[in-house]
């Protein structure tokens, strides 16, 4: 069983940048983001291989937002740079059951409680 925690959400102004970090309690293989907005559902944001080589970015953040991770420190990061009030949502981390990127939820069985991203204009 992986435990997820994620942290470094928090209120932003529009154009703003924010960290997010996800803390893993063992080793994972591809891992990946996800957003959910008041009112919606969950949405993939980017994916990344277990050796970080490879990523993989929804067309909304394309651009703007960069996945990164540390296997030594066993963690992940999401870079959110120019944020719109559009980003607004809770955030969660998931690790994936093979090594290669996916948006393809059911194909994550592990995920943190989420942290919240507001953005106002």
């Known amino acids: 069983q992986v435990h997820l925690v994620e942290s470094g959400g928090g209120l932003v102004q529009a154009g703003d940048s924010l960290r997010l970090s996800c803390a893993a309690s063992e080793r994972t293989l591809a891992m990946g983001w996800f957003r959910q907005a008041p009112g919606k559902e969950r949405e993939f944001v980017a994916s990344?291989?277990?050796?970080?080589?490879?990523?993989l970015y929804a067309d909304s953040v394309k651009g703007r937002f960069r996945i990164s991770r540390d296997n030594v420190k066993r963690s992940l990061f999401l870079q959110m740079n120019s944020l719109q009030p559009d980003d607004t949502a809770v955030y969660f981390c998931?690790?994936?059951?093979?090594?290669?990127?996916?948006?393809?939820?059911?194909?994550?069985?592990?995920w943190g409680q989420g942290t919240r991203v507001t953005v106002s204009s």
């Open positions: 998931a690790a994936a059951s093979h090594l290669e990127t996916t948006a393809n939820q059911r194909e994550y069985p592990y």
């Open positions: 990344i291989t277990w050796s970080g080589g490879t990523t």
